[in-house]
């Protein structure tokens, strides 16, 4: 028997005639199974990019991940600039859709049609239904991977009912825990003009959100969330005035209880100098079972993170969320790890990249309970069938998440939204779901060494991709010969949305071409938005192969 929430979903797509045509079968996907089909799944497409062109130049994209890592990460990949460095099975490049012509396709979509679908609700329905927690509450018996009956995995509970500082507020009128925040998209692919929109949200365990007696306490929890930004950015974090006093806690390590304008970042536990959480996270620090340290999440920290199609305002042409979800990832902090357990967690795997590099990774997990990272993280995620409902991510659909959280240099305790958050003096602490406010406006971040980011990686990379496809962004801010275009590229320096976001025709396209790979099913062979082949990614390398870059660049933090 078909679920409720199911028909709902298809039915809108029979309205819309967007279903699939009556002679093709939907593909399926096992779920239960975690043998995978490509090794190496976890190394991702852009890492067969071709970084020197047919005129001898080299292009550098590789700096958005692989780099001298900070403490306490230890990964420290730049060499990976330099050289494809991959085991045996991964020489043969296994991302095939980068190599599929789909403009026929794509052309016999209208633009009313792939509005009509990206704008139907996979995850809530119009009426601010959760679709996805009501199929998984009816466990379809193909998604049930131990046959106990029932999920074991996360249920989606976010209801994208943000307040003013950015809190999702459940139907009970209480805080379902999850924050959403505004933050700088990570260059190349997460950028919208390639392919998709995002948001991500954080929680914290109740004990976080709560004062010592166990009574859930806004400020407490807000308090706490900028304790944690201060510790991941490894720098302090200004806050509304607060009273000290009530907290028990001195925030801004000034010697005294009194009025705080800011947490202070000060751990050096050597030196003596420490950091405390506030309300019941603090009595639990105080008894070992709240750990706290620089660089590092609270043990049960949660992310959410949602891929979207790209919608757009017919009349402006400004670009938003899609209500149809892409992908809905999802990872938590289940295991806390120490400085020495991480680095010599890194150490280990850098000997083994060394002794035996044709070794691959191993993962451990499944469909329905997530999949293991090795450093304390366990992710889960869904992601849309045939039909553009959500299911299930398979083993090896979630392995493909791994490579990215834990395995490259440019992550911060496995993560890279969190970190890029955008600052304070942008209002409301930068506290905002994208729906609340989008991208327009929003100045472009400067490298510590003084740089501005985004037009730092279009001068490195002589893109605004990884793949070198995306022309649109090429056309508008480099010459031929590859520098920037001075006057195009000021006008994002204020305003990221003019770089960032795509004109509606590539918007659309773009859309349309993903939702090929959707009827499909062929996530295993890639999930990049593309229209045309990609001419600039290898078929096949060999064996530290040589990039062509001789000097690797620095991450944005520095």
Request: hydrophobic share 40%; proline share 6%; glycine share 8%.
């Amino acid at each position: 028997m078909t679920h409720p929430a199911a028909r709902i979903s298809l039915a809108c797509l029979v309205l819309a005639g967007l279903a699939l045509p009556a002679h093709a079968a939907p593909p399926v996907v096992d779920l239960k199974t975690t043998v995978l089909k490509n090794r190496t799944a976890y190394i991702p497409p852009q890492c067969y990019t071709k970084t020197e062109d047919a005129a001898g130049a080299v292009h550098n994209p590789c700096f958005t991940c692989h780099v001298e890592s900070r403490a306490p990460h230890f990964i420290n990949d730049d060499d990976l600039q330099t050289a494809y460095s991959l085991p045996g099975p991964a020489l043969k490049n296994p991302w095939t859709n980068l190599f599929v012509d789909r403009r026929a396709e794509v052309a016999k979509v209208s633009d009313d049609e792939i509005l009509a679908y990206i704008r139907t609700g996979n995850y809530l329905d119009h009426e601010g239904r959760n679709l996805l927690a009501a199929k998984l509450a009816d466990l379809p018996p193909e998604w049930d991977v131990n046959g106990d009956g029932r999920w074991n995995g996360f249920t989606p509970d976010v209801t994208y009912n943000f307040d003013a500082d950015g809190f999702d507020i459940g139907a009970d009128g209480r805080m379902t825990g999850w924050r959403a925040f505004a933050y700088y998209p990570l260059n190349g692919a997460f950028w919208p003009t390639n392919g998709a929109t995002d948001d991500v949200m954080i929680r914290l365990p109740a004990a976080y959100r709560e004062t010592a007696d166990g009574t859930e306490n806004r400020l407490v929890y807000e308090t706490n969330l900028a304790i944690v930004e201060a510790l991941i950015r490894r720098a302090p974090v200004p806050i509304a005035p607060t009273d000290e006093t009530a907290l028990g806690v001195d925030l801004d390590h000034d010697g005294k209880l009194g009025q705080a304008l800011f947490v202070a970042f000060d751990w050096a536990p050597k030196e003596g100098r420490t950091m405390s959480w506030v309300g019941l996270a603090k009595s639990l620090q105080a008894a070992g079972s709240a750990p706290l340290a620089a660089g590092l999440y609270p043990l049960g920290t949660e992310f959410l993170h949602t891929v979207r199609y790209i919608d757009l305002d017919e009349t402006s042409g400004e670009i938003r969320m899609a209500a149809r979800l892409k992908e809905l990832r999802y990872m938590r902090k289940t295991r806390w790890q120490t400085y020495f357990d991480r680095q010599e967690g890194a150490l280990a795997e850098a000997k083994e990249r060394v002794d035996f590099p044709d070794r691959i990774s191993l993962f451990f997990g499944s469909s329905e309970e997530g999949v293991t990272n090795g450093t304390g993280w366990r992710l889960q995620g869904f992601i849309e069938d045939a039909k553009g409902d959500l299911r299930p991510q398979s083993f090896e659909e979630t392995v493909f998440c791994i490579g990215c959280h834990g395995g490259v240099g440019a992550n911060d305790d496995d993560t890279f939204a969190f970190p890029r958050k955008v600052p304070a003096t942008l209002g409301n602490g930068g506290w905002w779901h994208w729906s609340q406010k989008a991208l327009y406006g929003i100045p472009e971040m400067i490298r510590a060494d003084g740089a501005p980011e985004y037009a730092h990686y279009l001068q490195a990379n002589g893109a605004g991709d990884e793949l070198r496809g995306n022309t649109e962004v090429i056309e508008r801010y480099l010459t031929e010969a590859g520098t920037l275009r001075p006057a195009p590229v000021a006008t994002f320096r204020a305003d990221v949305s003019r770089l960032l976001y795509p004109s509606p025709a590539r918007a659309l396209a773009l859309d349309k071409a993903y939702r090929e790979i959707v009827r499909e099913q062929s996530f295993a062979k890639g999930r990049d938005a593309t229209v045309v082949p990609q001419d600039n990614v290898h078929r096949e390398v060999t064996q530290d192969q040589s990039t062509g870059i001789t000097r690797p660049l620095s991450a944005w933090y520095e």
